[in-house]
């Protein structure tokens, strides 16, 4: 077994669910609270505009029109850089992160040390998010559990040297951001995910395989191994 773990490489497309170690029962109990408040949002028309740097297709939108809540920012008089998600003395809970106090409730029970980025992105417009990479270092690994609390949003990972999709088929994930792209195909009706970036606790990282080459892999060796070892 020990020679699988060690022998075992990327799998892409692919994902790791999350769904043994979180409460989805208590996480799918959310989705009417969530969707009552997201809907507050809309009808205010104040949040900002997802945007796709990193994307597959040249002439994919820069601003597809998927909108964003933002539950923690960085701290005043601190720019925003996207590696620096998981630099969680740097985050401090937004004014936004009151409205939805449930959330943040089961947030608290996720295995994570510490957070960084809280983020909410939802639609209601019919629009998809076309194929993305978060960033381009391969070096680096972010920690974070993206969840949903019901199936309607079609969320896929993409392998792009044959354009197979892969669609997340649970209510929550951890997969490779810099290997492989990723999306969300456009669907009639309100649709919404969240992203929680931060540290998982020590007694977690113990159950991963963490790459020592081409971190950001990790979550791909981590499929790669169960594969292996069944």
Known sequence: MLTNILTASPCYPSYRSFDEFIDVEKLRSLDSYLTRHIRKHICDDRDDFFV?????????????GVREIWLKRTLPGTPYNYLDIDRTELWQLTPEAAEFTLL???IETLPFESTGR??????????????????ERPDI??????????????????????????????????????????GSDAVDGLTFSVRVDG????????????????????????????????
Request: proline share 7%.
């Open 104 to 106: 943040m409730e089961f």
């Open 118 to 135: 809280i983020l909410l992105i939802y639609d209601e417009g019919g629009n998809s998010v076309p194929a993305h990479r978060d960033h």
């Open 199 to 230: 540290h998982f606790s020590p007694e977690f990282r113990s159950r991963i395989p963490y790459a020592a080459q081409n971190a950001a892999s990790t979550p791909a060796i981590w499929v790669g191994t169960a594969e292996a070892i069944n």
């Open 52 to 64: 796709n740097e990193h994307v597959l297709e040249s002439d994919a939108p820069y601003r597809p």
């Open 141 to 182: 690994c972010h920690d974070f559990i993206w969840f949903r609390t019901n199936l309607r949003k079609p969320f896929y990972v993409l392998d792009p040297e044959t354009g197979r999709k892969l669609y997340i088929e649970g209510y929550s994930a951890w997969f490779d951001t810099v290997n492989q792209y990723h």
